[in-house]
Every structure is written in C-alpha cells, then in structure tokens.
C-alpha cells in the first residue's frame, strides 16, 4: 500500500535539489514511519517533479491488513519528523500535503496497473467442450468468439481495462467481507483472456488483477456480519491475506466467464428480465 504526499517550494531550483536528496531520506524516514504501527514496514520511496512541486511515493508491506489508514498515519509521522529537521528547513518548503493523487487512493489509474499494491493475483480455469456445452449451455468455441468479440469492442471504446463484468464481485464481496468499498474502482481494472485449443478445443480462461485490495483483518473486517462471511471462506484471521486474494480473483473469474457465456447464447436479456425484475 502506498501514500504520496506532495512538498511545495519557492521555486524549480530548490525542488530539483531536494528531489535529489530524497533517496538519502529514505532510512530515517522508515524509522520514523514504522513506529506508528507493528505491521507497517517502509520499502521504497520514489519522488517525482511537478512545476515546483515535489510528489514522494511512500510503498509500505503491511501484514495482512488492506491498510489505508496505517499508510496515511505512517507517512504523516515521517513528514512531519522530516519537517522539524535543519534539512527540511534549509530545503526551501513553503507548504505540504499529506496526498497529492500520486498513490491512486479510491481510484483508477495507469499507475495502479504497472506497479501493483495490495495483491497482484491471477485466477484460471480450463473448459473443455463438453462441460461447457451443459454448464453453461454453448460450445467452447462459442465462448471464445463471445470473448474476443467483447475484447474487441473494449479497445476500440477505451475501456479501462479488459474484462466482461469485475466490479459487480469485487463491490459484493467488498460489502460483505468489511472491505473498503471505495476502493472498487482502484482494484477493478483487469484483464480477461482466452486461448482456445483448437486441436482438444479446450478453452483457458484466466483474470489478471494487478492490485487486488483486500485484507482480512482491520478496518470492517470486524463486524459480525463481515466476520462471518470472512469465516465461511476460511479467511477471517491472520496469515489468509493472499487466500482471500484467491478467492475473490476466482469469483471475478466465474462472473465473467457467466456473463460472457450468457452474451454468447443470447441468454443475457432473458435473465435479467426473469431473474432481477419484481
């Protein structure tokens, strides 16, 4: 997990010469950090420049917790022990922000895609043609073209992402489990394939997500309801972190598979209209 707070200064000059300074400050700054928390561990801070602005990528390991808050807590202790020191006053900073949109807190970006935080998991499946035909009710061949047709349509829209439907999983099982619900957007780009055998007609599915947030312990983790649906999924204490990853990347993969395969037998309309309608 990640917080990226933003140093303003009187000019470009300064804030270039302290965006040089910045990896020195990195040791102190985890000791400084990791004294507000017994799972927060400092692993890298990265600053980038913007106008006379400093933005500082702050990445920390946090146990089994999703840990927003503990992020936002830590950095705010290293900051601000950084900002009483003769170095920060001698660095020209005219004034500070705990976050300056750079750690994608709450929401998608590009940044979220190429360096994961929380879990970067992958979930897949093998359908042979037979087991498709009677679960899902087409042939694998079927479902590929299904597949690709929605891939295509994806590109040349923009979508965010490559995926039939995420979101509606990971917003339900977010609720359910205590997870932090404005977080769905951040963790719900993914990426669906398909590759079709074309000897066996085999078909692999898999859904790659590159920051799955999700933790079994803090936060709503602790209320009844949430507790117990984190106990039916074996996922309700410590170690189970990267389980409950699993489990929910697995969900995301079913949904989509669902959905694609509802599109690609022309059953879509027809359970919405008999399934989700009073």
Not at 29 to 34: I, P
Not at 125 to 146: F, S, W
Not at 164 to 172: K, L, Y
Not at 235 to 250: H, I, L, P, Q, S
């Amino acid at each position: 997990m990640s917080r990226a707070p933003a140093f303003r200064f009187e000019s470009v000059d300064n804030a270039v010469a302290f965006l040089k300074k910045v990896p020195m400050l990195e040791a102190q700054s985890g000791l400084d950090a990791e004294k507000t928390s017994r799972f927060a561990q400092l692993q890298s801070v990265k600053a980038s420049i913007i106008g006379k602005t400093v933005h500082i990528k702050f990445v920390y390991s946090c146990g089994d917790a999703t840990a927003q808050n503990m992020t936002t807590l830590a950095t705010h202790a290293a900051c601000t022990a950084f900002l009483k020191s003769a170095a920060a006053r001698d660095a020209g900073i005219i004034g500070w922000k705990i976050e300056g949109q750079m750690a994608s807190d709450k929401k998608g970006s590009w940044g979220s895609v190429f360096a994961a935080t929380g879990v970067e998991v992958v979930a897949w499946g093998v359908l042979d043609k037979t087991a498709c035909l009677e679960v899902l009710g087409l042939e694998t061949r079927q479902l590929y073209r299904a597949i690709m047709t929605l891939q295509d349509g994806g590109i040349r829209n923009g979508q965010f992402g490559s995926n039939v439907n995420t979101a509606n999983v990971m917003a339900a099982v977010f609720i359910a489990c205590g997870q932090d619900a404005g977080s769905v957007f951040k963790a719900g780009w993914s990426q669906l394939t398909a590759e079709l055998d074309s000897m066996t007609e085999e078909l692999t599915i898999s859904v790659y997500i590159p920051s799955l947030l999700v933790g079994p312990v803090g936060g709503g983790t602790g209320y009844a309801s949430q507790k117990e649906a984190l106990r039916l999924l074996g996922c309700d204490r410590d170690g189970k972190k990267y389980a409950f990853a699993e489990t929910v990347a697995a969900f995301c993969l079913a949904l989509n598979i669902s959905m694609a395969s509802a599109i690609g037998n022309d059953t879509f309309a027809a359970s919405h209209k008999n399934l989700a309608r009073l």
